[in-house]
């Protein structure tokens, strides 16, 4: 199953690295995971690696209030679990998607 193909002009904006960029990311992330979860499912099968636990996928575009710290402030989500969006449980399912250039997964070319 692939994804949408966007209009030239969304794609062009989806790679690029600037806040405008990250606002279209947060939005298709958003849109797949609410509307095309078989997509998002198989996408997540393919990726390789693990969490870094670094947070830095938790500011992208805003801080996300439900992100917080530990003792050693290691970043945590206080609602780990079943009560997380899907956007969120799946980041990054692919490769378009990966904008945390220190993030643990990878996916094939």
């Known amino acids: 199953m692939s994804a949408p193909v966007p209009t030239r002009w969304f794609a062009r904006k989806l790679e690029e690295r600037s806040f405008l960029g ?6 298709r992330r958003f ?3 609410t509307f095309r979860p078989a997509y998002v499912e198989q996408a997540v099968k ?13 500011e992208l575009v ?3 209030p439900f992100l917080g710290r530990d003792s050693q ?3 945590y989500c206080r ?3 079943d009560l997380r ?3 969120c449980r799946n980041y ?5 998607d990966s904008e945390v250039d220190t993030c643990g997964y990878t996916f094939k070319k």
């Open 22 to 27: 990250q606002v279209l990311r947060k939005l």
């Open 31 to 33: 849109w797949l995971g």
């Open 46 to 58: 393919e990726r390789q690696g693990d969490c870094h636990r670094c947070g830095l996928c938790c």
């Open 62 to 64: 805003y801080k996300c």
């Open 73 to 75: 402030n290691l970043p």
């Open 79 to 81: 609602i780990y679990g």
């Open 85 to 87: 969006p899907a956007n």
């Open 92 to 96: 990054p399912f692919d490769a378009i």
